[in-house]
C-alpha cells in the first residue's frame, strides 16, 4: 500500500514552546491530508483538513491560531502546535489521501495513516 | 457521514475466524464501509472497504448486508498479531469524504 510517514515520531518539549510535526505521502501525491489526535483509550478524534495550496478546514472546537497547518506542497504537510502546554500531550496522527486508490479502475480515495507522534509536553 | 456503532470488545481463539460486526443504519447511498485497525501506539491500517457487493482481499473479507445497514468484517484465521482496536467507518469515496472514527472494537485473540 501507499506509505506516509511522520516526523518526529517522539517529541518531548518544555510548556510553552511551539512543536512542528511533518506529514509526508512518500509515493504518491495527496491533494488532501487529514490530522487527528488522540488521547490514552481514546479513538481518534478529526482536527482538520489539510489541502494543499488552500487554507485548512477546522473540526468545531479546533482553534485554528493554535495548531497551525501548512500545506505547501503536494508530499508534505506540517502541523504547528504553539505555546504547547501539558493539556496538548497526545498522539498526533496524520493521514493522506491517495488520489485515485490503489486498485486502479475508479477512484477509491482511500486514506492512508502515518505512525503517528507522540507529544509530550512537560 | 453516518454513525457507526460496534461492541466495545471481542474475543477469538488463535487460529478460528473472527467475526466483527458494525452497524450502520443510516448509511446514505453514495457511502462506502471501510475497515481500519490500530495496533498500540501505531496509526490505523487500511483493511478493507466496499460498497454493497462482498469483498475479499489477502487481510480480510467484508460482508455487506442487501439493506447496507449493517456489515461483518471477517478475519478468516485470526493470529496474536491480529489483536488491535479495529474501527468501521462510513464515508463518502469523493473529495468531501473524510474518516470520522467511533470508537471501534478491541479484538483480543488470545492463545
Not at chain 2, 443510516?26 to 462506502?32: A, C, D, M, V
Given at each position: 500500500g501507499a506509505v506516509v510517514s511522520q516526523h518526529p515520531s517522539r517529541v518531548i518539549c518544555k510548556s510553552g514552546?511551539?512543536?512542528?510535526?511533518?506529514c509526508r505521502s512518500l509515493d504518491f501525491q495527496a491533494t488532501t491530508m487529514f490530522w487527528y489526535r488522540q488521547f490514552p483509550k481514546q479513538s481518534l478524534?478529526?482536527?482538520a483538513t489539510s489541502n494543499e495550496g488552500s487554507k485548512a478546514t477546522y473540526e468545531q472546537g479546533v482553534e485554528k491560531d493554535k495548531f497551525l497547518i501548512n500545506h505547501a506542497s503536494l508530499t508534505l504537510s506540517t502541523l504547528t502546535v504553539t505555546s504547547a502546554h501539558p493539556e496538548d500531550s497526545s498522539f498526533y496522527i496524520c493521514s493522506a489521501r491517495h488520489p485515485v486508490g490503489l486498485a486502479g479502475g475508479s477512484s477509491y480515495n482511500e486514506q492512508f495513516f502515518g505512525p503517528g507522534t507522540r507529544l509530550t509536553v512537560l | 457521514d453516518a454513525k457507526t456503532t460496534q461492541p466495545p470488545s471481542m474475543d477469538c481463539a488463535e487460529g478460528r475466524a473472527a467475526n466483527l460486526p458494525c452497524n450502520h443504519s443510516?448509511?446514505?447511498?453514495?457511502?462506502?464501509v471501510y475497515w481500519y485497525r490500530q495496533i498500540h501506539s501505531q496509526g490505523p491500517q487500511y483493511i478493507i472497504h466496499g460498497l454493497k457487493n462482498n469483498e475479499t482481499n489477502e487481510m480480510a473479507s467484508?460482508?455487506?448486508?442487501?439493506?447496507?445497514k449493517s456489515s461483518t468484517l471477517i478475519l478468516p484465521h485470526a493470529t496474536l498479531r491480529?489483536?488491535?482496536?479495529?474501527?468501521?467507518?462510513?464515508?463518502?469515496?469523493?473529495?468531501?469524504g473524510k474518516s470520522t472514527f467511533g470508537d471501534g472494537t478491541t479484538l483480543t485473540v488470545k492463545p
Open positions: 514552546t511551539s512543536v512542528k510535526i511533518e478524534m478529526l482536527m | 443510516t448509511i446514505s447511498g453514495n457511502e462506502y467484508l460482508i455487506i448486508t442487501e439493506d447496507r491480529d489483536t488491535a482496536v479495529y474501527y468501521c467507518i462510513v464515508r463518502v469515496n469523493t473529495n468531501a
